[in-house]
Each structure stands twice: as C-alpha cells, then as structure tokens.
C-alpha cells in the first residue's frame, strides 16, 4: 500500500524567512497531493494540493512542487508570518478509485521565531 | 453548512468499557473515513466508507467497528476500548474517485482510556 515519509519532524524558521517540507510518497499509482494545516485543538485544513498533471503550483505565499519521476513533494512557504506556526501534514491518494484513500505523512511541526 | 460534525469533543472511558463516536455531515459526500492521530505518527486511516451500506479496514482498524446506514452519519464503535486506543480521533468526507479533492475534518475527538 501507499507510504507516505514526511521530513522534517520539526522546524523552527525566523519570521520573513522561508520554510520548506518534504515528501516521499511509494505508490506510483498517486495522482492527487494535498497539504494540510492543523492548528492547536482543530482539524487539519486544507492549504494547498497539486495534482500529477502539474509540477508545481503557487497561492499567494503558498507553493508546492511535484517531481513524479522521484515521487517528491514539497511544500515552500515564503515570507512566514506568526500565524504560519502549525502543524503541517501532506498527503497522497489516487482519484482512480473510488475506494482510493488517504495517506498521510507524520507531520512537521513548524514554529516561527519573532 | 456545518460541515463535518463530531461529537463529543472529549471522553474518557475504563478498560473494558464501549462507546461510539459519533460523525455527521451536511455535503452530501459519499466517501467518508475515521482517522486517529498519535503524537509523531500522523494521521493513520482507521475505517472508511465509500457509500451507505460499504464500509473497509484502513491501515488500524483493530478495536474498531463502523457501519454506514446513511450518506450523513459513520459512527465509530470501540467495542471495549483499551489504553492503546487513546487518541485524538477525527472524521473527514470528500467526494471520492475523479472527483476527489479536498478532505474535509471534524473538529476531533479526544478519547482517554483509563
């Protein structure tokens, strides 16, 4: 079944600076990636997701980028801000099935430093 | 629109004892799944549901039982809930297949096993 590894754990950046997260995902059949934020006591929300057919894409300071071939995903946050700290998970599926699930990775915890 | 509904928010439960977690939403989704998260280990899929009347196992799904007699409802029974099973538990529906996108969370439910 489809792994997902996520790194790093946990990341600490200065405000104003970039932040990025890292994804591997196993399952060749993936074609759908979304990223998560999860805020204290809440649900994860979703930030941002790419689908195969694209390398990358951006919302505002938001940015993601696929390499299929490497079966990486990233996740680049530009110019953070104090309410960028979070909990950010991303996520593989395939839209092929119906049946097709979610998997997720194990989250990286970010603080930003004021 | 409420979105995805929980409850309760918090439980604590003895050894031994059952209950169900509840999970409602108003979007009409027919793919809807049980997550539990664990500190350092992310979101791992306990059961999901891809219609009224079909359910499957995710990565966890031992201790838990789940039945889908409605588009709305998927609760989530722990049949006699162990110290293992506590955890922060969420419910999420999204459109399932080529439609698939966004998963859409509970607020979360905090159970305790003493």
Request: hydrophobic share 30%; charged share 20%; with cysteine.
């Amino acid at each position: 079944g489809e792994n997902v590894e996520q790194h790093p754990s946990t990341l600490s950046v200065q405000e104003g600076d970039s932040a990025v997260i890292k994804c591997t995902y196993s399952d060749s059949a993936s074609n759908y990636f979304p990223w998560y934020k999860q805020e204290l006591g809440k649900g994860p929300q979703l930030i941002i997701d790419i689908r195969s057919n694209v390398g990358e894409k951006k919302d505002q300071r938001i940015a993601v980028t696929l390499n299929k071939t490497a079966k990486h995903f990233s996740l680049h946050i530009t110019e953070t801000q104090p309410e960028d700290s979070a909990v950010y998970f991303c996520a593989a599926s395939s839209t092929y099935s119906s049946a097709s699930k979610i998997i997720f990775g194990s989250g990286t915890r970010l603080s930003i430093r004021p | 629109n409420a979105g995805v509904t929980q409850t309760p928010k918090f439980q604590v439960l003895k050894t031994g004892q059952s209950m169900t977690l509840q999970c409602a939403q108003d979007m009409n989704h027919e793919y809807m799944s049980w997550y539990r998260q664990d500190p350092g280990m992310g979101l791992r899929l306990i059961h999901y549901s891809v219609g009224a009347g079909i359910t499957d196992q995710g990565e966890v799904p031992n201790g838990y039982n789940v039945s889908r007699s409605t588009t709305e409802d998927f609760p989530l029974r722990l049949l006699s809930a162990a110290p293992s099973q506590t955890s922060v538990y969420f419910c999420a529906s999204r459109e399932p297949g080529q439609l698939s996108g966004e998963a859409f969370f509970g607020q979360g439910t905090r159970l305790t096993v003493v």
